[in-house]
């Protein structure tokens, strides 16, 4: 199973946010993370269905919980 989102994924998952973190609605850069919602390593698929945009912040400050 693959672990990183595509770039058309990430194309996807940035528009669904409006080119916004899904967290703290800061501006993403390029560079944004795509994260899985449910950590895959908890078994999440990377589907954008399972996905979303954070800013880097954010994301590593979630880990896999």
């Known amino acids: 199973m693959k672990r990183l989102f595509n770039r058309r994924q ?3 998952l940035a ?5 916004k973190c899904m ?6 850069a390029e560079s ?3 994260d899985h919602i449910t950590a ?3 078994g999440g ?13 954010c994301n ?3 880990g896999s919980k």
Do not use: V
């Open 45 to 57: 698929q990377t589907i954008i269905k399972n996905g979303q945009a954070l800013c880097a912040g």
């Open 15 to 19: 528009w669904i946010a409006g080119g």
């Open 23 to 28: 967290e703290c609605n800061q501006s993403l």
């Open 40 to 42: 895959h390593a908890n």
């Open 32 to 34: 944004f993370h795509a």
């Open 10 to 12: 990430r194309q996807i």
């Open 60 to 62: 590593l400050k979630k």
